[in-house]
């Protein structure tokens, strides 16, 4: 069975930038679609960005709290997928999972169709 595994969450202050990764073990992550969600405290699951399978066009989402400050890539020689956050806000602290599935769409960032979960990274965005 596909492991999904992430790292790189830490604390960092306002402004500042971390690089999570989503790496597998088992199985390509360029056959599936690659999605980071997170969980703020006292919050809702909310889908971040995700990531298309590999083909000639890779297509990418963001949730509009992420578009001009997360881009999210993968590195299909090492079977990783990266999270990059420039600009980090307050707003930004949670944990924040890998999940894996066919599609990258509107339906797939509110959770639909995740064959596989990773247990998360905490990122924490304080002063």
């Known amino acids: 069975q596909l492991q999904l595994l992430e790292s790189g969450g830490g604390l960092v202050q306002p402004g500042g930038s971390l690089t999570l990764s989503c790496a597998a073990s088992r199985l390509s992550l360029a056959a599936l679609s690659i999605h980071w969600f997170r969980q703020a405290p006292g919050k809702e699951h909310e889908g971040v960005s995700c990531?298309?399978?590999?083909?000639?066009?890779?297509?990418?989402r963001y949730v509009d709290s992420a578009k001009g400050r997360f881009t999210i890539s993968r590195d299909t020689a090492k079977n990783v997928v990266f999270l990059q956050m420039n600009s980090l806000k307050s707003e930004d602290t949670a944990v924040y999972y890998c999940?894996?599935?066919?599609?990258?769409?509107?339906?797939?960032?509110?959770?639909?169709?995740?064959?596989?979960w990773g247990k998360g990274t905490r990122v924490t965005v304080s002063s």
């Open positions: 999940a894996a599935g066919p599609y990258c769409n509107t339906n797939s960032l509110r959770g639909e169709n995740m064959d596989y």
């Open positions: 990531i298309s399978q590999s083909d000639t066009y890779t297509r990418t």
